[in-house]
């Protein structure tokens, strides 16, 4: 039987061997028992159900909640080869009972049904003249009425084991707090299925955290062009206009970026959600209405512009990056301001007194986990009694340690401040009375009087911010909510204004570029090989858009990647390759093939090229100019020259030894391509303004000269 599944996992899906506890989960089901699995995003649930449906006779029934992830599924199978189908309210009658048949008739490997329908009386009865294999409840967690999306269908399920006793059944879900476990267990009567818990560690994701130093669009769109230039990723912000406002501003910069939040009609919901689907490269710029049930494995990078309001949240939504496996991007830039805001939404919510308690405790944790100077990804597993014995090597305060400094004293005037203005003031008064501001506002509450009044010119505004923005998160300074953001002390602020205890704040760093420090595959890969890289996807697109499927459903990035990594040449080469399962090789082996092929030779002619430059650089070098060059080569000038402008370029010869010129010609010539000419220092114009006096091999070699300093 086990022969079996790893024959699936070679032939069906292209994999050469299982993960982790697939292997155990596969079997248990094999062998008729019941499963109950808590595995991470992208730990590879499906293939925990899918492989025992195929292996086993009948078909495998599959509970989703989700139509959108139902689909995308059943697409991805049907490449695969597997003979799989959905029930779900998208379908007309003629269609839906087509599915029937072909259920009743025993044609299908897999079924995936939407709770609501599964369980009616009229299904219930079908599925009893049907050969099933077993039953998956995908996204399990639905079934808990404290988590974060509570499906009342979900509770009904039970009735599968009350049903269909003999049929064994798997849930799954990356959800899997203690409390959330056993209200699974419980609801779905699987007391006695295995249990069985994968880590909670998402290793491929880097976090990174940083603060909001008011100019936090530009960061952002420096970590997207320097990290994740043609990327999909996800940006999160608090409000729609700040999703307005960032989108059009991505967008102004020539990114693919598009709004999703609930302000915006469904057909333009919909739309933009398929074309972060279907194309490459799209950023969705949303609330965090955006992304349940997106099963989009190759989502890059998730930043926020805002901070989540629990470390739960922020597991869940950077959850979303790097499904397939490959290195992603957690990247946050949160400031004083979102922490206001969050605490007055939350304080004015109409949540009762207890709700609204644990809320502020979420949010002080996760404000704690934001001010970290120690490992990030240890410390947010150890948030769900997960445990990582060393720090993780691929978090921002792993990868460039944070400096903290001695701000005990600091910290001292900082609340004294607080304290003296009687508590009725927000961070920007108290900055303006520290640095000793001459304002009417300050003398006209006689603050100029007080003794803290001019007391911080050590540190400047944006070093005051920081200050207090670490007070606040060390809950040493709390924010009242129902005023304006004014500032109170708390009771642990006490030792540090007594000088009983010191305070290490965190150094703001500038912006950290993290790329460059044990990026593994993926960037590097880019670098050398993107040409092929982009002619790979842009194959893959237009595979996709043949078949009406977006483009992972084809292959998936890792597997684009493996084939820039190995250039197959042939089918056997190809099959190789993970994720080319026998169905795909046929499928698709010639297009990608041929695209490498095509890679190869352009590779070899630009040797060829240059191996055409040296001989241009012997002919110079032996005393020739370049018409005598042209002219023993059989060759055009032009050509010359730009051999010779690539020697220019690289520094391997001097525009003097090249062209017959005069010092102060030379000059002008260059002056032109600096002044008047555009960015791209076009040829064209430049030809133009001297009237044609130069022609465009020589202008090619001078504008080759420009940045090469003197
Ligand atoms: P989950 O549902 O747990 O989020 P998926 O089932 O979507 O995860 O799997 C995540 C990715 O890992 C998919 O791209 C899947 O094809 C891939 N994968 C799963 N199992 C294996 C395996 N044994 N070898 C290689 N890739 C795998
Ligand atoms: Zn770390």
């Not at 090989?529 to 998936?556: G, M, Q």
């Amino acid at each position: 039987m086990e022969d079996k599944a790893l024959h699936i996992l070679n032939s069906t899906f292209g994999y050469s061997e299982f993960r982790d506890q697939q292997q155990a989960i596969i079997a248990q089901l094999i062998d008729g028992r019941d499963a109950v699995v808590l595995m991470p995003t992208g730990g590879g649930k499906s293939l925990c159900y899918q492989i025992p449906a195929m292996a086993r006779a009948g078909v495998g029934i599959i509970v989703s909640p989700l139509i959108a992830l139902m689909q995308d599924q059943v697409a991805a199978l049907k490449q695969l080869g597997v003979s799989a189908a959905f029930l779900n309210s998208t379908l007309d009658a003629a269609s839906a009972r087509e599915v029937e048949q072909q259920l009743l008739r025993g044609e299908l490997d897999m079924l995936y049904v939407a709770p609501e329908r599964l369980t009616t009386e009229r299904f219930l009865n079908l599925l009893e003249r049907a050969p099933i294999a077993l039953f998956a409840i995908d996204e399990a967690h639905c079934v808990s009425q404290w988590g974060h999306d509570f499906r009342p269908e979900y509770i009904q399920l039970s009735i599968l084991h009350e049903r269909f006793p003999a049929i064994p059944r798997i849930a799954l879900t990356a959800t899997a707090d203690a409390p959330t476990r056993k209200e699974i267990i419980q609801r779905l009567a699987l007391e006695n299925a295995e249990l069985f818990v994968s880590g909670f560690d998402r290793p491929n994701i880097r976090y990174s955290i940083s603060q909001n130093q008011g100019n936090a669009k530009e960061q952002l769109l420096r970590f997207i062009l320097n990290e994740h230039e043609n990327d999909a990723g996800i940006v999160y912000c608090l409000s729609r206009k700040k999703v307005e406002q960032i989108a059009a501003w991505l967008s102004s910069k020539g990114l693919n970026a598009l709004p999703y939040h609930a302000g915006l009609s469904a057909p333009i919901r919909q739309q933009h959600q398929s074309r972060f689907l279907s194309e490459d490269g799209v950023i969705i710029v949303a609330t965090i209405a955006f992304g349940m049930g997106i099963d989009k494995p190759d989502v890059r990078f998730v930043a926020h512009l805002n901070l989540p309001k629990s470390i739960e949240s922020y597991y869940q939504e950077t959850g979303r990056a790097g499904r397939d496996g490959l290195p992603s991007d957690a990247w946050m830039m949160y400031g004083l301001q979102d922490v206001i805001m969050l605490k007055q939404m939350m304080e004015t919510s109409d949540a009762d007194e207890a709700h609204k308690r644990v809320e502020r405790h979420k949010l002080q944790s996760m404000l704690g986990f934001s001010e970290l100077t120690t490992c990030r990804r240890q410390a947010l597993l150890k948030y769900f009694d997960d445990h990582l014995e060393q720090p993780c090597g691929n978090c921002d305060t792993c990868l460039v340690p944070v400096e903290t400094w001695d701000a005990t004293v600091v910290a001292q005037k900082a609340l004294s401040c607080v304290y003296k203005t009687n508590q009725r003031f927000g961070v920007t008064y108290l900055i303006d009375v520290m640095l000793g501001k001459d304002m009417a506002r300050i003398k006209q509450f006689g603050h100029d009087q007080l003794s803290v009044y001019g007391i911080g010119k050590e540190l400047d505004a944006k070093q005051w911010n920081s200050v207090y923005r670490q007070l606040i998160a060390r809950n040493l300074l709390s924010v009242d909510v129902e005023g304006h953001g004014n500032l109170r002390l708390t009771e642990q602020c006490r030792p540090v204004l007594r000088g009983e205890e010191t305070l290490h704040l965190r150094k703001e760093s500038k912006q950290i570029k993290l790329t460059q420090r044990g990026r593994k595959a993926y960037n590097t890969v880019k670098d050398t090989e993107k040409a092929l890289w982009e002619a790979l996807r842009a194959c893959r697109k237009t595979l996709a858009d043949e078949s009406n499927v977006p483009p992972y459903v084809i292959f998936h990035d890792a597997t684009l990647m493996e084939m820039v990594e190995r250039q197959p040449q042939n089918h056997d080469q190809f099959s190789r390759m993970s994720g080319v399962g026998e169905k795909k090789l046929e499928a698709y082996a010639d297009e990608f093939l041929k695209v490498i092929r095509e890679h190869i030779d352009t590779v070899a002619n630009a040797t060829s090229s240059s191996d055409t430059v040296e001989e241009t650089l012997s002919l110079l070098r032996s005393g020739m100019n370049a018409e005598a060059i042209a002219a023993h080569r059989n060759l055009k000038l032009t050509t010359i020259h730009t051999h010779l402008a690539k020697a220019i370029e690289t520094g391997e010869v001097e525009l003097q030894q090249v062209i017959e010129l005069s010092e102060k010609e030379i000059k002008t010539i260059q002056n032109a391509f600096l002044n008047f000419g555009d960015e791209d220092r076009k040829l064209k114009p430049i030809h133009e303004a001297f009237e044609g006096a130069y022609d465009y091999g020589l202008l090619q070699c001078i504008r080759a000269s420009i940045d090469i300093p003197a």
